[in-house]
């Protein structure tokens, strides 16, 4: 008797298809049940709305992209997802970041805008994205005539206007939408030059804002601490004049989980405390490295070039990339700290 339970079992299968296939919102969806065997059917929507019929029809009344669930004889087992995109009556488009008409986007976040178009019949289609000229962002997709446009922002802003332009069989729509963008906190390089100017650069990954003036207290205040001669670290101190004793060429150091990060006269090098033994990754640009700080697994400098960075290739933070980045071609830099929490 088991076994025969145990048979009749593995002889179910879960599957359902829907017609249209591409509906739109206020058209009637049918879902046929393409299941074998069972005796109870639990139909979800992916719109809060459910279903204990076996081939139900339902109604979207938003355009979007939906989760349809159906649940067997309520066994975990026994259940089909399928996703569905139910389409504006007129060409559309979505975002990819959730609760973006909401919540709103995030400065140097990447952002995919997404065209929903009906358009069953096949028929030819032109796509054109655009954003005004006013409005700070860089596109990251190589083209603006596709289905879908990758941008991000630099600048926080609010109504910021998307604008699709579709052309399907000879038949123009505009399509507007508009988006708040918010600025984010992140890490920042702070940076004094020979004359005493003071600014802020603020890094979101590979990427960085546009350089502005120092104005809050404690970027000041972080700036004016900064240095690489000394350094407090488990109580003992360092001072570059003792470390030159086993590092000759040592010119300026940090010091960072027992680890010095320092410039040397050639060029960038890490060594463990308290051992003198040195890795030199970069010899021909550093030299002039005038000022040296490591944050958040990045080393970074500045010579008569510009601000400069390098990731550190491995958890242990014993080597670098062989490739410095240009992070800012300012020149008469004098002093230069990061601050970890820059609003």
Sequence with gaps: MVGCMLM???NKTVDFKFTPEQPRAGESVVFTNLSTGGEAWAWTFGDASTSSSKNPSHTYRQP?????????????????????????????????VEKADSAGLSIYQNVTFIAQ??????????????IPDDVAYTAVSKTNTADTWTVYFHKAAKDVPIYLEVILDGKLTDVARYYTVHDMPAAAVLIETADGQTYRRRIYGNRAEDRQPIDYPEGLQILKQMQDTFQLYNEHAYYLSELQTELPNLLGFKIVSRKIYARTTEGLCVANLPEAENLVVVD??????????VVNN????????????????????????????LLDSMTNVVKLAIDTQAR
């Design 298 to 325: 990045r080393f970074y400098w500045a010579n008569e070039n510009g601000v400069w960075y390098m990731p550190l290739i491995n958890s242990q933070n014993n080597q670098f990339t062989t490739e410095p980045i």
């Design 117 to 130: 178009v009906y358009n069953p019949y096949k028929y030819p289609v032109q796509y054109a994205w655009s």
């Design 8 to 10: 009749a079992c593995s």
């Design 64 to 96: 979007g992209k939906y989760v349809v669930i159906l649940k067997v004889d309520d066994k975990s087992s026994l259940t089909k997802t399928a996703e569905i995109t139910v389409y504006d009556t007129i060409p559309n488009f979505t975002c990819s």
């Design 284 to 293: 021909a640009a550093v030299p002039q490295a005038l000022t040296t700080d």
